[in-house]
């Protein structure tokens, strides 16, 4: 008898050791319960039903992402080498985790498309002179995709090269 007692005792206490989790202030977890959203747990010391509950550990901290470069022709024919910097801060984690496998991936390839569009409207010599302007029409443009992914995608466009000057 004292043994079975023993045995569960021991097993209670395995299934809360293994269940408790310690989330720091900059984290969060998105927790899943058989499959479906449980919520959203942290900061501190937190309990996942072991087997019944998935994970998954998200960083509220802006992260700097890898220096992006374009190549773009521009409305007047000219071609520009474009060199910018991104971060990304995850406001949402329930949106960020929801929206899919890799959120980043998709935020980065609609920021290359915004940035074509913007600055192929322009004339090489606007871009080359105005990249603040810039920065705030691809900043305007990421507003709703900010949103539905539950981030905040800082750019900054740090410069402009020529590559070919604009055909008259």
């Known amino acids: 008898m ?17 269940g408790t989790k310690m989330v720091k202030d900059h984290e969060r977890l998105v927790v899943f319960r058989l499959g479906k959203l ?26 700097p992402l890898q220096k992006q470069s374009l190549e ?18 995850v406001v949402d984690p329930i949106k960020f985790v929801m929206a899919g496998d890799d959120p980043v991936s998709v935020a980065l390839s609609q920021l ?3 940035v074509g569009k913007t600055c192929t409207k322009a004339s090489a010599s606007e871009l080359i002179e105005s990249s603040s302007n810039i920065n705030e029409e691809i900043g305007a443009s990421m507003k709703a995709l900010e949103q539905e992914l539950g981030i905040i995608l800082s750019v900054e466009i ?3 090269e020529l590559l070919a000057g604009p055909k008259s």
């Open 2 to 18: 004292l043994e079975i007692i023993l045995a569960g005792v021991l097993y209670i206490s395995v299934l809360i050791c293994a």
């Open 38 to 63: 449980a919520g959203l747990r942290g900061p501190g010391l937190v309990f996942v039903i072991p087997i019944c509950e998935k994970y998954k550990k998200i960083d509220l901290q802006a992260t």
């Open 112 to 114: 290359r498309g915004v």
């Open 72 to 89: 773009l022709q521009t409305c007047d024919a000219g071609e520009v080498k474009i060199n910018a910097s991104c971060s990304i801060q």
């Open 158 to 160: 740090e410069k402009v």
